[in-house]
């Protein structure tokens, strides 16, 4: 190769080289830094962010800037150093939910505990010929009818009523005893509420034998235990104007229902009477874990289901007191949450971020990078204002929708308890 080709090809290769050289620092300082809040959310982390900050090696880097450095250029390197990565506390806050899931539990029946699912009612009416006496104009078994079907048309929607009646069947002679103590019959399944072939099971009977109460309490345990499990509530309410007179042991079938694996508590009502019949008729309610009372008249009877329905207006009040405090402290603890999310996490990143670039800036001017840092810190306190700006807007928008949350289940509450209150006032009116 003669010399001229030599020394044409050695200023090709350097011409080319410069070239290389100086495209690749060119390039490192093409990435311009985000102006909008968009862009500021997507373009970190920065090499030295969060964790990775060190005040000597980012001072490393600042150092191998060459001088002279505009504002924009200086920006975009402390920027490519520094800046912050929002996006996991972006996307936090936009997760956030405000919602709240009242979980208190609904009143049933007075006998049915708060935290039970589901209850089952069977009502076991006395259909013996004594029924048939006239109290106030009416027979106590049309009294017994109108009250017993007022009590379950009152029930809550998800519980299951039965309707079990006995010695309906024969006659009170003797002769036809045998027949009459037998008849024990489920005239309405085990199963939710309807009124019209509630009724229509009313309106198959009316007061004809004897009083096999023992043999109606054992075929209740029987019904029930089809339907029982460990989250249901079993209540047995009897019906009766008299004693046993069968023969069998009310006590004992009582006590054996309430022992058993169903737990059905019994709760008796006697109906005019006699001071023996109540004293058997007690004996029964207590041994069944329940309750006993005894009426005289209509009004006596309406009264004691009136003050079943007092007492779940009771629940209902509570249940409405308990539910709001629910609501509350669940709002409270959305607030703090929000609170802490916007402030602690997201602005005092922002915080840090600010202090960081601030500081930077200052070293660039003390190195001799840039000739007057006023401009470039301005541009460092705008990015601040934006950032904070948006985390702050976030906040105030989500904020408003925690506090509707909070105003709209509060109205749920009080209205569904209005609308129970109103049907159980519904009720005592049709009682009384």
Request: glycine share 6%; proline share 3%; net charge negative.
């Given at each position: 190769?003669?010399?001229?080709?030599?020394?044409?090809?050695?200023?090709?290769?350097?011409?080319?080289?410069?070239?290389?050289?100086?495209?690749?620092?060119?390039?490192?300082?093409?990435?311009?830094?985000?102006?909008?809040?968009?862009?500021?959310?997507?373009?970190?982390?920065?090499?030295?962010?969060?964790?990775?900050?060190?005040t000597d090696q980012v001072l490393q880097e600042l150092e191998k800037l060459p001088e002279n450095l505009s504002t924009e250029e200086a920006y975009n390197e402390l920027i490519q150093l520094l800046a912050e990565d929002y996006q996991p506390i972006d996307k936090t806050i936009d997760e956030f939910d405000p919602s709240i899931q009242v979980k208190t539990s609904k009143p049933g029946d007075i006998s049915r505990p708060e935290n039970e699912t589901h209850l089952n009612v069977v009502i076991l009416l006395d259909a013996s010929g004594s029924m048939a006496e006239r109290?106030?104009?009416?027979?106590?078994?049309?009294?017994?009818?109108?009250?017993?079907?007022?009590?379950?048309?009152?029930?809550?929607?998800?519980?299951?009523?039965?309707?079990?009646?006995?010695?309906?069947?024969?006659?009170?002679?003797?002769?036809?005893?045998?027949?009459?103590?037998?008849?024990?019959?489920?005239?309405?399944?085990?199963?939710?509420?309807?009124?019209?072939?509630?009724?229509?099971?009313?309106?198959?009977?009316?007061?004809?034998?004897?009083?096999?109460?023992?043999?109606?309490?054992?075929?209740?345990?029987?019904?029930?235990?089809?339907?029982?499990?460990?989250?249901?509530?079993?209540?047995?309410?009897?019906?009766?104007?008299?004693?046993?007179?069968?023969?069998?042991?009310?006590?004992?079938?009582?006590?054996?229902?309430?022992?058993?694996?169903?737990?059905?508590?019994?709760?008796?009502?006697?109906?005019?009477?006699?001071?023996?019949?109540?004293?058997?008729?007690?004996?029964?309610?207590?041994?069944?874990?329940?309750?006993?009372?005894?009426?005289?008249?209509?009004?006596?009877?309406?009264?004691?289901?009136?003050?079943?329905?007092?007492?779940?207006?009771?629940?209902?009040?509570?249940?409405?007191?308990?539910?709001?405090?629910?609501?509350?402290?669940?709002?409270?603890?959305?607030?703090?949450?929000?609170?802490?999310?916007?402030?602690?996490?997201?602005?005092?990143?922002?915080?840090?971020?600010?202090?960081?670039?601030?500081?930077?800036?200052?070293?660039?001017?003390?190195?001799?990078?840039?000739?007057?840092?006023?401009?470039?810190?301005?541009?460092?306190?705008?990015?601040?204002?934006?950032?904070?700006?948006?985390?702050?807007?976030?906040?105030?928008?989500?904020?408003?929708?925690?506090?509707?949350?909070?105003?709209?289940?509060?109205?749920?509450?009080?209205?569904?308890?209005?609308?129970?209150?109103?049907?159980?006032?519904?009720?005592?009116?049709?009682?009384?």
């Amino acid at each position: 190769m003669s010399r001229s080709w030599f020394y044409l090809f050695l200023s090709i290769t350097l011409l080319f080289s410069g070239c290389s050289f100086g495209t690749s620092k060119t390039e490192k300082n093409t990435l311009s830094a985000a102006t909008d809040i968009d862009g500021m959310l997507k373009e970190g982390p920065g090499t030295y962010a969060g964790k990775q900050y060190d005040t000597d090696q980012v001072l490393q880097e600042l150092e191998k800037l060459p001088e002279n450095l505009s504002t924009e250029e200086a920006y975009n390197e402390l920027i490519q150093l520094l800046a912050e990565d929002y996006q996991p506390i972006d996307k936090t806050i936009d997760e956030f939910d405000p919602s709240i899931q009242v979980k208190t539990s609904k009143p049933g029946d007075i006998s049915r505990p708060e935290n039970e699912t589901h209850l089952n009612v069977v009502i076991l009416l006395d259909a013996s010929g004594s029924m048939a006496e006239r109290v106030d104009g009416k027979t106590r078994m049309d009294l017994a009818k109108s009250a017993v079907q007022s009590f379950a048309s009152s029930l809550p929607s998800d519980v299951h009523v039965g309707l079990r009646v006995y010695g309906h069947k024969g006659s009170n002679s003797r002769k036809d005893k045998e027949v009459s103590c037998n008849s024990n019959e489920l005239v309405y399944p085990l199963k939710k509420y309807d009124e019209a072939a509630f009724q229509k099971a009313l309106d198959r009977f009316q007061p004809t034998g004897w009083t096999p109460l023992a043999a109606a309490i054992e075929s209740a345990g029987k019904d029930l235990e089809k339907q029982s499990s460990t989250s249901k509530q079993n209540v047995v309410y009897v019906v009766s104007d008299g004693e046993e007179t069968c023969g069998g042991d009310p006590v004992a079938a009582a006590r054996s229902l309430y022992e058993s694996n169903i737990q059905a508590i019994v709760n008796i009502i006697g109906f005019d009477v006699d001071d023996a019949g109540q004293k058997a008729l007690k004996q029964a309610a207590d041994a069944g874990g329940g309750s006993y009372e005894t009426v005289t008249d209509e009004r006596d009877l309406s009264q004691y289901f009136t003050s079943e329905y007092e007492i779940l207006k009771e629940k209902w009040t509570r249940w409405r007191k308990d539910s709001e405090k629910q609501v509350d402290d669940r709002d409270t603890i959305n607030q703090n949450e929000l609170h802490e999310l916007a402030y602690k996490d997201a602005l005092e990143l922002v915080d840090k971020e600010n202090q960081r670039l601030l500081d930077a800036t200052k070293a660039l001017k003390e190195l001799g990078k840039i000739e007057d840092n006023y401009v470039l810190m301005q541009k460092v306190g705008k990015r601040k204002e934006k950032l904070k700006s948006h985390f702050i807007d976030r906040k105030n928008k989500i904020g408003v929708l925690v506090r509707q949350e909070q105003e709209e289940r509060l109205k749920e509450i009080r209205e569904t308890e209005k609308q129970e209150q109103k049907k159980i006032d519904e009720e005592l009116e049709d009682l009384n």
